[in-house]
């Protein structure tokens, strides 16, 4: 559970970086 919150919040910087 913790794990997939924090996946989730480095994609959104991840497409944030782009």
Do not use: A, D, T
């Amino acid at each position: 559970m913790h794990g997939k919150s924090l996946n989730y919040f480095r994609i959104l910087i991840w497409v944030h970086q782009l």
